[in-house]
């Protein structure tokens, strides 16, 4: 369903990101981890058509994005780690707006965005301008509206920031059931306990390039390691242990 090949992301002479190549298929939920400044943020953007590669092919559902993108866009729902709303529209006239941009309006689509936001308590909210709402509440309604036009793909960029746990929880649920219902979901996060729980397959990216992607047994034979994704994220991505830290304050 998503499909990377070669996709490459320079700044200048900075590579961020390094020939990637990665399938994701349908009816799977897909982890994407690293450290900061790996090019996990940047990778997702180009998938979700908001930077343009340097080289490399991104295809959304078959779809080349970069040749036919609305078509490709019309099949994914993006989530970004920050969100920037329009402030001046209630929470129910952005999820009208959003929907309308994909097509769809009518009294389906404003039920499924009334069911939405009642999911995640927003019901209350529903009529109130979004600059009154709190961030947490901004992010709940960035992740409805990546739902509202049910797209095939969904895109996430670190989907817990700024989320109480009850909504966390209902998150999680929801990326299950959406994905059991044969949609596909890529998520990039650094909550590794989350990704070790949900994902169907995990890839580690560190300095641009893939180090390491498959299922937990996977990644543990290919690292030589039978503890969790930590301490596999940990061995290969050559971050600092607990023991290091001890000898860098001595030092």
């Given at each position: 369903?998503?499909?990377?090949?070669?996709?490459?992301?320079?700044?200048?002479?900075?590579?961020?990101?390094?020939?990637?190549?990665?399938?994701?298929?349908?009816?799977?939920?897909?982890?994407?981890?690293?450290?900061?400044?790996?090019?996990?943020?940047?990778?997702?953007?180009?998938?979700?058509?908001?930077?343009?590669?340097?080289?490399?092919?991104?295809e959304?559902?078959?779809?080349?994005?970069?040749?036919?993108?609305?078509?490709?866009?019309?099949?994914?729902?993006?989530?970004?780690?920050?969100?920037?709303?329009?402030?001046?529209?209630?929470?129910?006239?952005?999820?009208?707006?959003?929907?309308?941009?994909?097509?769809?309006?009518?009294?389906?689509v404003?039920?499924?965005?009334?069911?939405?936001?009642?999911?995640?308590d927003?019901?209350?909210?529903?009529?109130?301008?979004?600059?009154?709402?709190?961030?947490?509440?901004?992010?709940?309604?960035?992740?409805?509206?990546?739902f509202?036009?049910?797209?095939?793909?969904?895109?996430?960029?670190?989907?817990?920031?700024?989320?109480?746990?009850?909504?966390?929880?209902?998150?999680?649920?929801?990326?299950?059931?959406?994905?059991?219902?044969?949609?596909?979901?890529?998520?990039?996060?650094?909550?590794?306990?989350?990704a070790?729980?949900?994902?169907?397959?995990?890839?580690?990216?560190?300095?641009?390039k893939?180090?390491?992607?498959?299922?937990?047994?996977e990644?543990?034979a290919?690292?030589?390691?039978?503890?969790?994704?930590?301490?596999?994220?940990?061995?290969?991505?050559?971050?600092?242990?607990?023991?290091?830290l001890?000898?860098?304050?001595?030092?």
């Open positions: 369903m998503i499909r990377l090949s070669r996709l490459t992301k320079k700044y200048g002479n900075f590579t961020a990101v390094d020939s990637i190549d990665l399938h994701v298929p349908s009816g799977e939920l897909f982890g994407f981890v690293g450290p900061n400044g790996a090019g996990k943020t940047t990778t997702l953007r180009m998938i979700a058509g908001i930077l343009k590669p340097t080289g490399g092919k991104v959304i559902a078959g779809i080349d994005i970069a040749k036919d993108p609305i078509a490709a866009k019309a099949k994914l729902g993006f989530i970004p780690d920050r969100p920037f709303i329009y402030e001046k529209l209630t929470g129910a006239e952005f999820l009208r707006f959003v929907a309308g941009l994909y097509g769809e309006q009518g009294p389906e404003e039920h499924r965005a009334r069911e939405l936001m009642a999911l995640f927003l019901e209350e909210w529903r009529d109130e301008l979004v600059e009154s709402y709190s961030h947490g509440m901004r992010q709940k309604l960035i992740v409805s509206s990546a509202v036009h049910r797209p095939q793909v969904i895109v996430v960029d670190e989907p817990h920031v700024g989320l109480d746990p009850k909504s966390i929880k209902i998150l999680r649920e929801l990326f299950k059931e959406y994905v059991r219902r044969g949609h596909t979901i890529l998520m990039s996060t650094h909550t590794l306990d989350a070790e729980a949900l994902c169907d397959r995990i890839a580690i990216i560190a300095v641009g893939i180090v390491a992607c498959g299922t937990m047994d990644l543990r290919g690292a030589e390691h039978k503890g969790g994704l930590e301490e596999i994220f940990m061995r290969l991505t050559g971050q600092l242990a607990a023991r290091d001890v000898e860098v304050l001595d030092a």
